[in-house]
């Protein structure tokens, strides 16, 4: 059984509002914006937020938690 994403356009709102999480994220884990680290972590955020994750508080924890299932 696999994932069955819907992928569509990231309105510029939703993009600002990603951003947001974007930069929060790296913060707490004190990686510099312009590394190869940054770009997994906004890649793994794009991912969640297209497959249904919605919520800016479960899109932090997603990506901030240890063993969290996006790893």
């Known amino acids: 059984m696999g994932f069955n994403y ?3 356009p990231i309105s510029s709102e ?3 509002d990603l951003q947001v999480v974007l930069e929060d994220v790296l ?3 004190r990686l510099p914006r312009e590394s190869e680290e940054a770009e997994v972590v906004a890649a ?3 991912l969640l937020y297209q497959s249904g994750v919605r919520d ?3 899109l932090h924890a ?3 938690r240890p063993n969290g299932p996006t790893e």
Do not use: C, M, N, P
């Open 27 to 29: 913060w707490e884990l």
């Open 62 to 64: 997603a990506l901030t």
């Open 6 to 8: 819907r992928f569509h």
């Open 44 to 46: 793994r955020l794009i």
């Open 14 to 16: 939703e993009l600002s």
């Open 56 to 58: 800016a508080a479960l």
